[in-house]
């Protein structure tokens, strides 16, 4: 079946530092990928998104590249902020009958310190 | 436009009792999951409603929970009796059914239900 797994945290950073967060995936299908951030309190907000092998998603200084050689759908960003700290879920949508079942990495937690 | 909301944001019950869980999707979305997060761990899904059929319930762990969704528009999640295995956070998604929406392979999720079964 589906799985994703992503790299455990808590990561703790400097502002400023660089973040990466390493996500691979199995399918089936061709999958949709996905990186949700929930900040503390709140919900899960979908921070960006890849449908197809080699798309890039971007948003809010952050970017993951759909490597569909190497099944990873890394985050990154290069300089970041303490209201960056949060919990990151990496996550994949398959296509065909597991279409709507999102399959959800255990989540890493960011710590960024000033 | 409203996001999918969710009622209680915290519920603490003894084991053996009985919980509702109520998730308000974005309004027009056809599509409603339920997913549920346990001890850290990854989030897990349980089911899927097109308008008020489930889709999908694959991942509904016994007969112990039972989802609805009447009309088509809120659904409830009804966990009775409750087991201490039953705590951790419960996610209500939603998204458009249609396939020419641009959101249409996104799913927005509500802030979570976190239950405590003591």
């Known amino acids: 079946g589906d799985s994703v797994t992503q790299m455990e945290g808590p990561v703790t950073l400097s502002e400023e530092a660089f973040l990466t967060i390493n996500c691979t995936y199995t399918a089936t299908g061709y999958p949709s990928l996905f990186w949700y951030v929930q900040y503390p309190g709140e919900g899960l907000q979908l921070l960006l998104k890849a449908t197809k092998a080699d798309d890039k998603g971007s948003n809010k200084g952050f970017e993951a590249t759909y490597r569909k050689e190497t099944t990873s759908f890394h985050l990154e960003k290069g300089s970041v902020q303490v209201s960056d700290s949060a919990v990151y879920f990496c996550a994949l949508s398959d296509t065909g009958d597991s279409w709507g079942k999102f399959q959800f990495g255990a989540g890493t937690q960011v710590v960024v310190t000033p | 436009e409203a996001g999918v909301t969710q009622f209680p944001s915290h519920s603490v019950i003894e084991k053996g009792q009985t919980v509702t869980l109520r998730c308000d999707p974005i309004s027009g979305h056809d599509n409603l999951y339920w997913y549920r997060r346990v001890m850290g761990k990854e989030i897990k899904f349980l089911l899927h409603?097109?308008?008020?059929?489930?889709?999908?319930e694959s991942g509904m762990p016994n007969n112990r929970f039972l989802a609805e969704r009447t009309g088509g528009t809120y659904s409830t999640l009804k966990v009775q009796p409750a087991e201490l295995e039953d705590s951790g956070v419960y996610f209500c998604?939603?998204?458009?059914?249609?396939?020419?929406?641009?959101?249409?392979?996104?799913?927005?999720f509500g802030p979570g239900t976190r239950l405590t079964v003591l």
């Open positions: 409603f097109v308008k008020e059929s489930k889709q999908d």
């Open positions: 998604a939603s998204s458009p059914l249609s396939i020419t929406d641009p959101s249409y392979n996104e799913q927005f």
